[in-house]
């Protein structure tokens, strides 16, 4: 796409945030352009929010956007083998949009209904079904971790920050929807049933638009941009990551990287002031720690995390080289850089959080780390599920 027609679709972006009437924006769209690619609209985008259009309204106005180009992208139809990456996304997009269906006639049954006795298996399949949504944020998890940075190293950043917030969003309602229904027959049946219905209908709608975004603007972008190898790469942090429970099963690549990386293990050792040891050795006593743990360096850059057996929050390869703003929900990076500005500055050398996650209660640290000079070089995190720990009493002295 020419120069010129990328600054035309910009100016019409503009005057469609300014309120212009839409119907008069879609006949201008069509003299200009006809149609406009997924990688254009990206690239459009990104410049947008560069020049200082808040995200947020860009993001309320994608579903604007997607009325405008709509057409032109569905007539791009995405051609990848079953192994790759995008194949599995889709394929539990097209899972979870079949799921949906079922939602609303169950939801319709019991608003219809006042006495709870009647409807109690529909609220049960109803719930079932919001349990397969909450599962499907693993799905969600190989997107940040294994597709956006990939994105955000080609320049594109703003796309993959809307479509995180979106995952937060409807994160935050399929767990208010599951609370609900776990405990509808305590609740008041009259005053539930109502938010039952609110929530449903906003993920019922709302989900679909969110994979149409994907599957036409977010996958076609990627695989434009993307090698070969980097695709290979995407494939292994997802396996690494796992995959839901109702798509076919995606082997494991092969262990390349991990025999290359033994090979380097076994010949090379690191003289330490306290003792010696070898990076095999090293590798497995950090990973050996009862602990999660991640170093950022001075730059903000993500440059190690270790690999316990069972990590609380997810980590993949991807994310090495990435800046850790990016590796956070946009709600949450304020507190990211407040973190990190307290610890460049000296004001502090720790700052914690703790959390309940379902049975588990979760202890999170960040610590300055400095050298001998007093010198800021970095922050390393340390999350730790410190339910048992919290349980201890007396002594235990013996095995």
């Not at 005057?15 to 006809?34: A, C, D, F, M, P």
């Not at 994160?171 to 539930?192: G, H, P, V, Y």
């Not at 995390?305 to 929900?329: D, S, T």
């Amino acid at each position: 796409m020419a120069v010129n027609q990328k600054e035309k679709l910009k100016e019409l972006l503009r005057r469609l945030h300014k309120g212009e009437n839409i119907r008069v924006l879609k006949q201008e769209l069509k003299q200009i352009l006809g149609s406009a690619s997924p990688l254009l609209i990206s690239q459009v985008e990104q410049e947008l929010l560069n020049e200082g259009l808040p995200r947020e309204q860009l993001r309320q106005l994608c579903e604007v956007h997607l009325e405008l180009f709509s057409k032109g992208l569905e007539s791009e139809k995405i051609q990848v083998p079953s192994s790759h990456p995008v194949h599995t996304f889709m394929e539990e997009h097209q899972f979870i949009t079949n799921v949906l269906q079922q939602a609303l006639p169950l939801m319709r049954k019991i608003i219809a209904s006042n006495n709870y006795d009647k409807v109690e298996q529909e609220a049960q399949k109803l719930k079932d079904i919001t349990e397969t949504l909450l599962e499907f944020e693993n799905h969600n998890i190989r997107e940040e971790n294994a597709l956006f940075p990939y994105l955000e190293k080609h320049g594109v950043t703003e796309p993959p920050a809307i479509m995180w917030a979106e995952h937060n969003d409807f994160r935050d309602k399929k767990k208010k929807l599951f609370a609900l229904l776990e405990n509808f027959i305590q609740a008041e049946f009259s005053s539930a049933k109502q938010e039952i219905e609110k929530l449903v209908i906003q993920l019922v709608e709302g989900l679909p638009n969110h994979f149409f975004k994907e599957n036409n603007i977010l996958y076609p972008t990627a695989l434009k941009l993307l090698s070969e190898q980097e695709w290979s790469e995407i494939k292994e942090s997802c396996d690494e990551l796992g995959y839901t429970s109702f798509v076919s099963e995606r082997p494991k690549q092969g262990t390349e990287r991990s025999t290359k990386q033994t090979v380097l293990l076994e010949q090379e050792e690191i003289q330490l002031p306290t003792g010696r040891l070898t990076l095999e050795e090293l590798q497995a006593v950090l990973n050996s720690l009862p602990v999660d743990i991640s170093f950022v360096d001075k730059n903000d850059t993500v440059r190690y995390f270790n690999q316990p057996e069972e990590r609380i929050f997810p980590r993949a390869v991807a994310v090495l080289g990435r800046k850790v703003q990016n590796c956070h929900p946009q709600k949450s990076v304020h507190v990211v850089n407040q973190i990190l500005d307290d610890f460049k500055s000296g004001r502090k050398d720790m700052a914690e959080f703790w959390l309940q996650i379902k049975d588990k209660f979760i202890h999170i640290r960040y610590f300055a780390v400095r050298n001998a000079k007093g010198e800021y070089l970095g922050t390393l995190e340390a999350t730790q599920d410190i339910t048992q720990i919290r349980k201890l009493k007396g002594h235990k002295t013996l095995l």
